[in-house]
């Protein structure tokens, strides 16, 4: 049996968002009414890596952003869709995109990271 779904959060205002952005997602954007941030990729491999772990998070969190994937890079686009507008649901999913799509190993890790060789490229810390 389904369980009942939880009360909608309530949407931020324009202010609210904007402020938020700066404070927390300084890398993504507020227009047309979603949050928007672009990853770039170096080839069609780490851009459907990218996606994929996209769709893992957000299956996951149970919260589905609009994805466009590209040979060099990835479009994440974010609204609260029940709610049409942005809500905690945004900046929280947003937040742990931004948290994996980043990573990198730590210095002196025993995990090296991708070659600096230009045919192992993957994506570059930003």
Same mark, same amino acid.
């Given at each position: $049996?389904?369980? =009942?779904?939880? =009360?909608?959060? +309530?949407?931020?205002?324009?202010? =609210?968002?904007?402020?938020?952005?700066?404070?927390?997602?300084?890398?993504?954007?507020?227009? !047309?009414?979603?949050? #928007?941030?672009?990853?770039?990729? #170096?080839?069609?491999? *780490?851009?459907?890596?990218?996606?994929?772990?996209?769709? #893992? @998070? *957000?299956?996951?969190?149970?919260?589905?952003? !609009?994805? &466009?994937? &590209?040979?060099?890079?990835?479009?994440?686009?974010? $609204?609260?869709?029940?709610?049409?507008? @942005? &809500? +905690?649901?945004?900046?929280?999913?947003?937040? =742990? @995109? !931004?948290?994996?799509?980043?990573?990198?190993?730590?210095?002196?890790?025993?995990?090296?990271?991708?070659? #600096?060789?230009?045919?192992?490229?993957?994506?570059?810390? !930003?």
């Amino acid at each position: $049996m389904c369980t =009942q779904r939880k =009360q909608e959060p +309530d949407n931020y205002s324009v202010n =609210q968002i904007e402020s938020l952005c700066t404070e927390r997602l300084p890398k993504w954007r507020y227009a !047309e009414g979603k949050l #928007h941030r672009y990853y770039a990729c #170096h080839g069609w491999r *780490a851009s459907s890596l990218l996606f994929n772990a996209i769709a #893992h @998070i *957000a299956e996951a969190a149970w919260h589905h952003p !609009e994805v &466009t994937v &590209t040979w060099s890079g990835v479009n994440v686009s974010l $609204m609260t869709h029940s709610t049409q507008g @942005i &809500t +905690d649901k945004d900046f929280a999913l947003a937040e =742990q @995109i !931004e948290l994996f799509a980043n990573w990198q190993p730590a210095p002196n890790s025993p995990l090296e990271g991708t070659p #600096h060789d230009a045919c192992w490229r993957y994506r570059e810390p !930003e």
